[in-house]
C-alpha cells in the first residue's frame, strides 16, 4: 500500500508506516535541513522540499506516475487555525479562509488524492480550540469528502513507546469505520509492562558534559530487549553528543535528585525560567515526559540524565521517540533537537499503520471469500 507523508519532518510518521508495511512514495517537508535528515533515511521516497503551498495535485502525481495512493498522512501545524466565534456551517468558509492554509493545504490532498485512508495527526488541544468548533469543522470536512471516522488522543507510552506523548489522531476510511489502536502497554496484567528511561537508555550511560562524537562505538551491550531492538541494524552509534554545559548549570544539576527539579534547589540558585520543570531530573524506572525540541537545556524541563550531571542526547531522545539506531539525524545540533523533539514516534505510527493493514487484508479475504463460487 502507498503513501504520501504531508509536512513530514525528520520522518517519524514515514518510519512506522514502513514498519507496517508501507512503501512512503511521496513526502513534503518545508525546512530543507530537515528535509536533507528525511531523504538521508528514506532514500527511495521522492521528498518535495519546500511550501506545500507551491505544490500542485498534477505535480504530485506525476512524481508517483501511474501508482495509486492508499494512504495519505499529516500532521498540519495548529498555529494558523482560526474561525469567528459564530458556528460556521460551511466548511468552505474555513477552509478558504488564508490563516488555515496549512489545514487547507492537507485537504486538498486528501481530495486530490481520494485515497481509502487518511491519518492526520495534531496537538490534542485542537480538539478544544474555539470551544470545539474548529475540530468540528474539520471533521465535518471529511465527512462531506466521503470518510467514516474514529478519532483519540493517543498517548505513545500505551504503545511501546518510553515516553509520555498526547497527540490527537484522526482515522478516515472510505468505505467503513476503524477504530484507532487499543493500548498494548500499561499498568494493568493484560498489557506489556511500560518501557521505561532504564529499559531505553541505560546501556548509553557513558557521556559526560561536553564529550561524544557524531559517530562512535557502543561501549556497553545491549540491557534490555527494547534496547536490543534499537540497535540491530547498526554496528555504530550516531548523534550520541552532550552539550557542553556551564560550570554553573553542572553545579545545579548535581543538587538535584530523580524526580526533582529547580523547585528543590536551594535559593541562591532559584532561576527565572517559565517552566516549572526546569532543572528537571528524569527518572529511570519512569516514562520520560514529553521531549521537546530544546532537550539539550537544563532550563526547559525534564530533561537532565537520570544519573549524569548533563541533558540527554539527541539519541537518547531518539531513543525515547522510539527511532532506531540506524536513523542519522543530519545538520545542526539545533536543528537535530527540533527534528527529533517535533517528531511522531515510530513505534505510535507503526501501531496506527497496523490497524490500517489489518483493515485492508480483513477486506481482502472477504472479498476472496465471496468470490469463491458456492456448492449449494
Not at 514529553?290 to 532537550?295: A, K
Not at 549524569?308 to 537518547?316: D, S
Amino acid at each position: 500500500m502507498n503513501v504520501i507523508d504531508l509536512f513530514a519532518g525528520a520522518g517519524g510518521m514515514s518510519t512506522g508506516f514502513e514498519q507496517a508495511g508501507f512503501k512512503v512514495l511521496l513526502a513534503n517537508e518545508y525546512i530543507p535541513q530537515i528535509a536533507e535528515t528525511y531523504q538521508y533515511n528514506h532514500k527511495q521516497t521522492k521528498v518535495l522540499i519546500g511550501d506545500i503551498r507551491d505544490v500542485t495535485i498534477e505535480e504530485m502525481k506525476r512524481e508517483i506516475g501511474d501508482c495509486k495512493i492508499d494512504v495519505v498522512t499529516g500532521g498540519p501545524p495548529c498555529q494558523g487555525f482560526s474561525m469567528s466565534g459564530k458556528r460556521i456551517r460551511n466548511t468552505s468558509e474555513f477552509i478558504d479562509d488564508p490563516r488555515n492554509y496549512l489545514f487547507k493545504e492537507f485537504y486538498k490532498v486528501v481530495k486530490g488524492f481520494s485515497p481509502k485512508y487518511f491519518v492526520m495527526e495534531n496537538v490534542e488541544g485542537l480538539l478544544t480550540m474555539k470551544n470545539g468548533l474548529i475540530f468540528e469543522t474539520i471533521y465535518h470536512a471529511f465527512m462531506e469528502l466521503g470518510y467514516f471516522m474514529d478519532y483519540g488522543v493517543l498517548d505513545a507510552k500505551g504503545y511501546g513507546v518510553p515516553q509520555s506523548r498526547k497527540r490527537l489522531i484522526i482515522l478516515g476510511c472510505k468505505e467503513k469505520k476503524i477504530y484507532l489502536p487499543d493500548e498494548t502497554h500499561g499498568k494493568s496484567k493484560e498489557l506489556k509492562p511500560l518501557v521505561t528511561i532504564q529499559d531505553a537508555i541505560s546501556d548509553l550511560n557513558f557521556l559526560e558534559s561536553g564529550e561524544g562524537k557524531e559517530c562512535m562505538e557502543y561501549r556497553f551491550g545491549p540491557k534490555s530487549q527494547y534496547q536490543q531492538t534499537r540497535r540491530k541494524n547498526t554496528p555504530n552509534l550516531y548523534n550520541h553528543v552532550v552539550t557542553k554545559h556551564s560550570k554553573l548549570a553542572i553545579e545545579r544539576m548535581k543538587l538535584v535528585k530523580p524526580g526533582e527539579n529547580r523547585n528543590n534547589l536551594p535559593e541562591e540558585h532559584q532561576t527565572k525560567s517559565v517552566h516549572s520543570g526546569a532543572y528537571g531530573r528524569m527518572e529511570w524506572d519512569k516514562c520520560a515526559t514529553t521531549i521537546t525540541t530544546r532537550f539539550d537545556t537544563p532550563s526547559v524541563g525534564r530533561v537532565i540524565h537520570p544519573e549524569l550531571n548533563r541533558t540527554i542526547t539527541v539519541r537518547e531522545a531518539a531513543r525515547l521517540q522510539s527511532f532506531d539506531d540506524d536513523y542519522q539525524f543530519l545538520g545542526t545540533r539545533s536543528s537535530q533537537g527540533i527534528q527529533v523533539g517535533n517528531a511522531v514516534p515510530p513505534l505510535l505510527a507503526q501501531a496506527i499503520g497496523n490497524i490500517i493493514m489489518a483493515a485492508e487484508y480483513d477486506d481482502v479475504e472477504k472479498n476472496q471469500q465471496e468470490l469463491v463460487p458456492s456448492l449449494d
